[in-house]
């Protein structure tokens, strides 16, 4: 077996296993710390509910994750093309991530409501960062003698973003978009804390308030798992694209 799989199960098994045998061992308070079984058993209990704020904190998460990388695009390829706006752009970009998403909440409520807008702004906040930055160092990356010598054989900038620039930077934004994969489901949860009547945001709350901590966490294991499929899913969607661009290589050669 792959021992970059059975290291990190062996640390979390052994985690799990001194977490409930000190818990048991110590009679640590339910609402104070649940031991892994209750938590389970909190999981599987209140499925149902589960389940449907799980269904209203990924659509958050996903419309705002494609709106992101939409938006990231756009403006990575601006940056690439113009050189003023990356230098007026740019420090802009790296200063908003000094910013704290708990503190543009609460106004993104004042502006848009306690609908499902200032959530998906939340996140396309928390996600756009990275797949900018990434994306644009991809574009960066090409040879400037390879531009040059399109542009003598009559290639257009479009041709020229088209054929070399976009496929050597997009494994650069699917990068950056595993990471914002991770930030998403975050960021939609942060929403739902400050006002929303359902998702998993909202459910923790909720428990929280009637001190059922078990409830909590299997709400953290929840978002644990969405975050970590949509990781999954960016990354097969990298993998499928890598498959293809191969294949279409290989077409063209022969």
């Not at 990190?8 to 308070?29: A, N």
């Not at 006002?195 to 901590?213: E, T």
Request: aromatic share 10%; proline share 5%; charged share 10%.
């Amino acid at each position: 077996m792959n021992k970059r799989l059975v290291y990190p199960l062996i640390s979390l098994t052994t985690l799990l296993v001194s977490w409930e045998g000190l818990g048991r061992l110590f009679s640590f308070p339910n609402y104070i710390l649940p031991v892994p079984s209750a938590i389970v058993e909190a999981l599987v209990s209140d499925w149902h509910t589960l389940f449907k704020h799980s269904l209203v904190t990924l659509k958050e998460g996903v419309i705002g994750l494609v709106i992101a990388s939409i938006l990231a695009s756009i403006l990575a390829i601006l940056m690439d093309r113009f050189k003023g706006l990356q230098l007026a752009i740019y420090p802009h970009l790296v200063i908003s991530q000094t910013i704290p998403m708990m503190v543009l909440g609460p106004l993104l409520t004042v502006w848009f409501g306690f609908g499902l807008t200032p959530k998906i702004l939340l996140v396309i906040l928390m996600s756009f960062f990275p797949m900018a930055i990434a994306f644009f160092s991809g574009l960066q990356q090409v040879d400037p003698k390879y531009i040059q010598l399109m542009k003598h054989y009559g290639a257009s900038t479009w041709q020229i973003y088209q054929s070399v620039k976009i496929p050597k930077g997009l494994p650069g934004l699917l990068s950056g978009m595993r990471v914002a994969a991770t930030y998403c489901i975050g960021g939609a949860i942060v929403g739902e804390w400050l006002s929303a009547s359902q998702g998993l945001g909202y459910y923790m709350i909720r428990v929280k308030n009637g001190y059922l901590m078990d409830k909590v966490f299997a709400a953290i294991l929840i978002v644990i798992l969405l975050s970590l499929g949509l990781n999954l899913g960016v990354y097969g969607l990298e993998k499928l694209l890598q498959k293809k661009r191969m294949m279409t290589s290989v077409e063209s050669k022969n």
